[in-house]
């Protein structure tokens, strides 16, 4: 019997140590040390730096390639050809949108490519995580985990303000899985100027909603199904 405690303690212990939560879902945490500058903006526009470092815990993709470098603050308006490395880029408070205020610090621009541009991230989805929503203007980001796509929640179509929409995750509960967020890009012609916005990236538990339901004058707890 003291054989099969130490087991099943020593099996929680190493459950408990390679727990692996998703981490930066709101793209606030800029290591911005090694951002370069480029004109014909000042800083701190038109900065580029490595993707660990303005964007810790992601991969960004665009078909077969996977970027190690990433746009800081770009102003693309101003920029006469696509910069050498994606124009996913960070949006910080000096461009923040009225169209799109920022939760935090920092929000993602994605877009600029020739093919889809991705996300990835591999992480715990909490146990008793039931949607996966995301803020985002523009086209609509694709939610995959572990490679298929989830069923997109009502009409996919562009937003021109900032708009909340949520996924189903609960099949995923409680899983390590591999998260992957695409550009849904429906323009019919590339354009590295255009992009869509992203951020508060959450996962959202079932709610708890209180009322008197038998009229005793206590609140009864009644859980969402």
Known sequence: MRQRIVFVSFLFALTTA?????????FDEVNGSQIIFTPPNPAPFDGYGPVEDLLPGWQITAGTNQYTLMGYQLKLDTTPTPPPFTSTYILGPELSLPSFPIE????????????????????DIPSDARWLCYSFAGYPFDVSINGRQLPYPGFRYPAASRTEVRFDISAYAGQNVELEL???????????????YLDSIEFILPLVVESDFNGDGASDIVFEH
């Open 18 to 26: 390679y727990s692996d939560p998703f981490g930066n879902l709101g």
């Open 104 to 123: 935090g610090g920092y929000a993602l621009a994605v877009g600029g490519q020739l093919e889809p541009t991705s996300l990835l991230q591999r992480g």
């Open 182 to 196: 695409t550009m849904v890009d429906a323009a019919p012609f590339f354009d590295y100027r255009r992009h869509d």
